[in-house]
């Protein structure tokens, strides 16, 4: 490649980078297993054919305005930039119902599967035209990944998607939605689920460890770090007693989060069932023994009551006024922190359950990747 500054995409926005990197692994994971078209739908100055390690038989469509084309041809012809597959600009009106056949004049094989990316697309278009482009896309395409950045489109583009058999992340910024099913294959369904499984086991890797997450909190000064646990809803019927927390009155996982003084996602650990206790989890992963020996002062809540490190509360039923002013103080100092979960809970995959709930750490730790490479 020599694509030179268009090769390292260091122009884009910050906040963009998670979500470039996560259609970046897609991409490239449904290429290397087959799929011989890739179509971006409004590519603009989109470098995925010269920097995505592509092999030289896929195709890459880029769909966009004429005037864009020649735009990134000028700039793509001064920098000699040679592509690592082969590139097909289309130009086509995204907002109409014509760009399929122009798609198609540009030798795109509707009989051979096919990866569409919408990235950053739908929030430009009017609702019909969204409504539109989903269900044109959805008829021609294998695969098909992509994202909003406008949370008052996310309602209704949400739902239509879900009528159209797509599955859904979404946080507060961003909805990314991959197709359930085929248009010409019965057996990929499966593969489309194993590249979300990949993807989310990739995001889930790349989270912090407990000792990397201390250090890192013990260099950037924190004067305290607060641990807190959580229940993530799972749609569980009422014999599965291990999955059951008798706190929430619900069934559901549980997570530990150790957040900064601010509310910051440091650490979170694995799953593990609703029933387990607070304190017992913590002991499980040895999240406060990691404290310790790191000797950052740890604020928690009454849940982990018998630990001989953590600051919480007092529990006595007639506590004298010292003791009460300590106990506010504490809870307004806890009170920050503890919004790490609710950052985690903004996500409505993990709102409510509805895969195995031995997937919510992973789910959890793959969210925790992005917001990391947020911010």
Partial sequence: MRAGCWARCRC???????????????????????????????????????????????????LDDPAVHAGKQAILDREHAVPCCARRPVAADLAGARWPASLAAAGFDPAALAVFVAEGLTRYLPGQAVTLLLDQAAGIAGLMLGTTGDPGDIAGEARHAERLGFDLAASGE????????????SSWPAVTWRYVGETVALLAGRAPKLRQAVRGAKKAGHAYVVLDGTLIPAGRVAADRPFYSGKHKRHGMNLQVI???????????????????????????????????AGLVTLADKGYQGSTYAKIPCR????????????????????????????????????KLRCCPWHAGQLAKAIHTLKVHAE
Avoid at 262 to 289: F, M, Q, R, T
Wanted: with cysteine; charged share 20%.
């Fill in 259 to 293: 957040a900064s003084p601010d509310g910051g996602i440091l650490w979170v650990s694995g799953a593990l069932p609703g029933s387990v206790h607070d304190k017992k989890a913590e002991w499980i992963w040895g999240a406060l023994a990691e404290l310790e020996a």
């Fill in 174 to 185: 961003h909805v990314f939605f991959t197709a359930r099913w085929p248009a010409h294959s």
């Fill in 12 to 62: 884009q926005p910050l906040l963009h980078r998670p979500r470039t990197w996560f259609f970046d692994q897609l991409i490239t994971c449904a290429a290397g297993d087959g799929l011989g078209q890739v179509v971006l739908l409004a590519a603009g100055m989109d470098t995925r054919a010269f920097r995505l390690p592509l092999p030289a038989a896929t195709v890459l469509y880029q």
């Fill in 316 to 351: 006595r039923q007639y506590k004298p006024g010292s003791q009460k002013q300590a106990n506010r103080a504490h809870a307004r100092l806890r009170a920050p922190g503890e919004r790490a979960n609710a950052q985690l809970k903004a996500w409505r995959i993990l709102r």
